[in-house]
Each structure stands twice: as C-alpha cells, then as structure tokens.
C-alpha cells in the first residue's frame, strides 16, 4: 500500500453516520494517481514510490515529458509528482493506477495543502488580537496592535513578532481528520473537518501520523435477501389481490346457487305435501258417499 495520494478539494457537504449524527464532511478527489518512478536503497539510498497527478498545467517541458516517457506514460499530462513511503515498493511498477479504496471509513488521514490566500491583513484579522477599547475617548486605535516590544532591554522587536502582513498562501496540514465514507468507483473520499485550500485545489492524503478517537460509527446499510437460482420469483401483489378478489366471488356464487337450490326442495316439499293432502279429502269425501 502506497501511504499517501494526490487529490484535488470538490467542496463541503453534510452525510449521516450509522449514529444518526450529522457530520460536515470535506469532498476530495483522489486520484487517479500513477505510478511514475520508484526509488530504491541500491540507487537512491531509500524506498519510495513517485506518483503523478494531473495539475493545474497542460503542457510539460522537455525535462517532464522524458521522465515520463521513460516510465511508458508518454502523452499523460501529470504536471504534479510526489513521493510517499509504500509498505512493499516492489510490488508496484511504473505505469500502475493508484486507487483511493486504501482509505476506509473510520480512519484518520492528514491532509495538506495551501491555504486560502487572504491578502495584506491586520493583527485582528491575522493572528485575532483583541484592539484597543471602544470607548473612554479612544479614537484610532481600535485594531491596533499595540505595543511590539520593551525599551532599553532588548531595545529591539524579536524577529517572528506576530504583526501585520500577508496573510494565507501557505504550505498548511490539517491533521487526524475522520475518514466518514469512501466511494472508489468515483475517486472519492469524505473526510470529516475542513481541509485547507479552495475547491478544486489541489492537496495530499496521507495516514494519519499521529493518533485519535472519536464516537464515529459507519452506516449499516441493509444486506438484500439472497434468492436461490431453483425458487420461483415471487409475484407481484397486485396479482395475488386479483386472484383473492375472483376467489371470493367464486365462493359467493356457490353460496347463493346452494341457497337457490335449497329453496327449490322446500317448494318441492311442499307441493307434494299438498298433494298428499288433496287426495287423503278426496278419498274421505269418497267413502262418506258411498256409506250413504
């Protein structure tokens, strides 16, 4: 693993941890960065890979464009190289694409790059003094600095006395900044904090030096069901409610012919019943006559 990769800052955003906590995150572009030399102990004294990003430049003179050509990457515009230590530099060889996925989520990482520029500013704005009083027949000295030293002893002002002057522009790392998601099929990481530099300017990752904690929790997304090759796909409710509705139905017309077939006996019944009846007074009336 390369410790360390060339990106490029997109912007600040919010994401969600698997806590329910809000994090303002950073979105940096790394890569894809390649492998443009490696340094060894017989020649160079020392392990290293060299990677090339592309920058800010479109054309390369002379001097890059043969360093290039001798790593088989003729015609690639990485303006900008770096080198970082690598766990196994052997197992590399020029030419490779470096991707971000050795970032994961819950590390720390450090991130350099240069500072916004802000300008000729004041002590207030440059190092945050405090300024004079407001009020009590002060009248001009509301952001002044101040005193800047002693008298007869030193009887000088000590060289890096914070003053005004040009303020950003500078070499800055941030360190120990969360690594909350990574997404290597687009090149991207989020990292907690901010990160020095606007966006689309162009900073270094690398592992975090120095050690940290946090309450961090990755999001737990949901595993989808596994489905066996042999078991049938399962139909889509709507079908299902279909088929109950006609069952139903179904069950209702057989019901109601049951009904309408059981009335049909009982008049039958009583068709026959009256029949019975009609004959037995017949029968009665014959016999009365005949014994008169």
Known sequence: MIRGMIGRKLGMMRL???GG????VTVIELGPNRVTQLRTPERDGYEAVQVGYSGNRKRLNRPQRGHLREAGLEGQTLSLLREFPADAPSDHATGDVVSCDQFE???YV???GVSKGRGFAGGVKRWGFHGGPKTHGQSDRHRAPGSIGAGTTPGKVWKGQKMAGHMGARNTSVLNLLVVQSDPIRNLIFVEGSVPGPNKGLVTVTPARKPARSDFEPPELPEPPAMAADEPEPEPEETVAVEDEAAEAAAEDDATEDEATEDEAIEDDAVETTAEDEAETAE??????EQE
Do not use: K, T
């Not at 906590?21 to 303002?24: D, E, M, P, S």
């Not at 009665?284 to 006559?289: I, K, L, P």
């Open 16 to 18: 969600y941890d698997g």
């Open 21 to 24: 906590h809000v994090r303002a």
């Open 105 to 107: 989520p819950g590390q």
């Open 110 to 112: 450090d991130v350099s």
């Open 284 to 289: 009665a009336s014959e016999g009365e006559e």
